[in-house]
T-cell receptor, first 117, second 116 residues
Framework: KAGVTQTPRYLIKTRGQQVTLSCSPI?????VSWYQQTPGQGLQFLFE???????NKGNFPGRFSGRQFSNSRSEMNVSTLELGDSALYLC????????????????FGPGTRLTVT | AQSVTQLDSHVSVSEGTPVLLRCNYS??????LFWYVQHPNKGLQLLLK??????LVKGINGFEAEFKKSETSFHLTKPSAHMSDAAEYFC??????????????FGKGTKLSVKP
């Protein structure tokens, strides 16, 4: 089975631009989560989607948004990029569904390295 | 609210000696706990998970962790370190926004160095 794939792997953007990152989950997985990893803040949860619905959102500004398609693929968008948005963005998929008592493992992709200059 | 604290930011061991990576958690209910490993320039790989079954959990590559509720700890151990174990290790608790456990809360990570 193919793992989680993320495209592109590397991206360089300028302040003020916007960017879209893509994530294809493991076949059969319906839950996709996004995380931001930086040296200073570590790994932080961005949002989670299940069956095209955002179920959970982390503490990030509205410039960060996402969506999930009917085939479970997900995209996240960051508008009006700031230097501080430079990070490794990780996508994870799981069988789901999320909910009390659920403990589905999340499988991570290799990440997209975003550099904002 | 859930949180995890990894007590060491960096651990250095010699090859063939035991590994101990320490993690304390805070949770208002019975948590699901995980250990993930991240090798340089790679994604995160699940080592093991605890979900209120056996308190001693065995994972991949010879790692195991013991859930101790009285100490709110979930330390990761391995009897004998290998050079390939050098990586960053994350202790993780599942979040619970409105009962959902779809988001993970990560510790700050422990970098494990293995000396020959």
């Amino acid at each position: 089975k193919a793992g989680v794939t993320q495209t592109p792997r590397y991206l360089i953007k300028t302040r003020g631009q916007q960017v879209t990152l893509s994530c294809s989950p493991i076949s059969g997985h319906r839950s996709v989560s996004w995380y931001q990893q930086t040296p200073g803040q570590g790994l932080q949860f961005l949002f989670e989607y299940f069956s095209e619905t955002q179920r959970n959102k982390g503490n990030f500004p509205g410039r960060f948004s996402g969506r999930q398609f009917s085939n479970s693929r997900s995209e996240m968008n960051v508008s009006t990029l700031e230097l501080g948005d430079s990070a490794l963005y990780l996508c994870a998929s799981s069988l789901g569904p999320p909910g009390a008592g659920s403990s589905y493992e999340q499988y991570f992709g290799p990440g997209t390295r975003l550099t904002v200059t | 609210a859930q949180s995890v604290t990894q007590l060491d930011s960096h651990v250095s061991v010699s090859e063939g000696t035991p590994v101990l990576l320490r993690c304390n958690y805070s949770s208002s209910y019975s948590p699901s706990l995980f250990w993930y490993v991240q090798h340089p320039n790679k994604g995160l790989q699940l080592l093991l998970k605890y979900t209120s079954a056996a308190t001693l959990v065995k994972g991949i590559n010879g790692f195991e962790a013991e859930f101790k509720k009285s100490e709110t700890s979930f330390h990761l151990t391995k009897p004998s370190a290998h050079m390939s174990d050098a990586a960053e290790y994350f202790c993780v608790v599942s979040g619970a926004n409105g009962g959902s456990q779809g988001n993970l809360i990560f510790g700050k990570g422990t970098k494990l160095s293995v000396k020959p």
